[in-house]
């Protein structure tokens, strides 16, 4: 399997995540933001990654979007399971893994790219990456007001979290996908030292999934302890 994919983006953690909790073997085909349209574009006729290539008999060619490589990799092999048994159960990790797509991730985008270009901007000064941060805040509109209306989304995800993961699962009494969502999509918030200083049992937790699904953390996830 071949994942077309930023190696710094959260969705794209995602699907690794899954890739590596199921333990199925694939490479990764870094593509350069913005010159990526012309690679994801004819392939999936979208402009996001990660787009996944399973390159296997009676596979589709190409599943694009996290949600749906999920939910093709349970398919393709189900065990170890993201989803659940149990119907209801099932249907509110799908609910609360769109709620991190949706709401959380792009949040976590827009409180990431507003550290990084402020007090988180020693992380990389180097013109290049700066440049790649500039881009995208104008990209997305991020800039102080929004990041802010962000972070309130943020406090809201991370105060549900507190009542489930501090001793459990999002959904029932196994992990799922719900959990490997909030885990990729909250992960940018690592490097933010005031986040890592008041909920060191997030990034506990974050880290066990990782572990979990044998993905190693974000680069620079120590800089979030300075
Ligand atoms: N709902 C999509 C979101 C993916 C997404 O937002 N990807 C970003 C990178 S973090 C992207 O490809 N942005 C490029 C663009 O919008 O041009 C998913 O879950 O795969």
Not at 61 to 74: K, P
Not at 80 to 88: G, K, T, V
Request: proline residues 7%; hydrophobic residues 40%; aromatic residues 12%.
């Amino acid at each position: 399997m071949l994942l077309l994919q930023f190696s710094t983006s959260h969705y794209c953690r995602k699907a690794r995540l899954a890739l590596g909790y199921k333990q199925i073997p694939y490479q990764v085909e870094n593509l350069t933001p913005g010159l990526h349209i012309f690679r994801v574009k004819p392939l999936s006729g979208k402009k996001t990654v990660p787009v996944l290539l399973p390159q296997q008999k009676n596979c589709p060619a190409v599943v694009a979007d996290s949600t749906e490589i999920i939910r093709f990799l349970e398919a393709y092999q189900p065990n170890p399971p993201l989803y659940l048994e149990d119907d209801l159960q099932q249907q509110e990790a799908l609910r609360l893994e769109d709620y991190f797509d949706e709401s959380i991730g792009t949040a976590a985008r827009f409180v990431y790219y507003q550290f990084r270009a402020n007090d988180g901007k020693q992380i990389d000064p180097s013109w290049m990456s700066q440049m790649v941060i500039a881009i995208v805040r104008s990209q997305y509109g991020i800039n102080a007001d929004s990041a802010k209306l962000a972070a309130q989304r943020i406090d809201e995800a991370i105060a549900m979290l507190s009542k489930f993961w501090q001793d459990g699962y999002l959904v029932g009494d196994r992990f799922s996908v719900a959990d490997l969502a909030a885990a990729a999509l909250l992960s940018p918030l690592g490097l933010i030292p005031t986040y890592r200083r008041d909920y060191p049992w997030l990034f506990e937790r974050i880290t066990e999934i990782h572990q979990l699904c044998h993905e190693p953390l974000p680069k620079n996830w120590e800089a979030g302890l300075k």
